[in-house]
């Protein structure tokens, strides 16, 4: 590999210092080139300028930019949706499902738990919920502690959970 990389160090440094020639196609565009031809002209190239600095010199310090607090400090460790429990499948032909959320610690007056279902408000109280003629399919939770004002205190991990339904299937179509 260390061979390889001197290789391609040798080529490009070949190359950089390669002479540049000039000539004009029977079309009339401008072609450079490092290959001469005998109408083509050497053009010649001034080296690079470079500014070496003395590290020992340096005027500025770079600060990094100071973190701004997104979120407000909550008075609560954790909320938890304890029941359904994540990635289980509910038999429930009526489509009612109940929500059981645990708080630690427990709810400050004043504060609300907001239940949200594939991402839309469905509930609103303390900590359990009963949802009624849900969709059968798979669905997520997740609770969010609202103080008085509307912030968002807290907010849980997400839980899926598919709610299984009897379908009853459409009559067979009527022969003619």
């Known amino acids: ?3 390889l990389l001197l290789m391609m160090g040798l080529l490009m440094a070949s ?3 390669a002479d540049v020639y000039r ?3 029977e079309s009339g565009n401008v072609i450079f080139t490092d290959q001469p031809s005998p109408d ?3 053009i010649d190239i001034a080296p690079v300028q470079t500014i070496t600095t003395d590290p020992s010199q340096q005027q500025f310090e770079y600060t990094p930019p100071a ?4 979120q407000s400090i909550s008075p609560y460790k954790k909320v938890t949706i304890t029941s359904p429990e994540h990635d289980t499948a509910l038999r429930e032909n009526a489509g009612d499902v109940s929500v059981s959320v645990s708080v630690d610690p427990g709810l400050i007056s004043g504060h609300k738990v907001v239940l949200y279902m ?3 408000v469905v509930a609103e109280g303390s900590g359990q ?3 009624t003629n849900l969709d059968r399919g798979t669905h997520t939770l997740n609770a969010v502690i609202q ?3 509307g912030r968002e205190l807290i907010r849980s991990d997400t839980i899926s959970f598919t709610l299984l339904r009897h379908a009853i299937p459409p009559p067979p179509p009527k022969k003619p």
């Open 15 to 17: 190359a950089a210092s």
């Open 129 to 131: 919920f009963n949802l």
């Open 147 to 149: 103080a008085q004002d």
């Open 23 to 25: 000539s004009v196609d």
């Open 40 to 42: 083509a002209e050497k």
């Open 118 to 120: 594939d991402g839309n």
């Open 1 to 3: 590999m260390r061979i």
């Open 67 to 70: 973190q701004k607090q997104t």
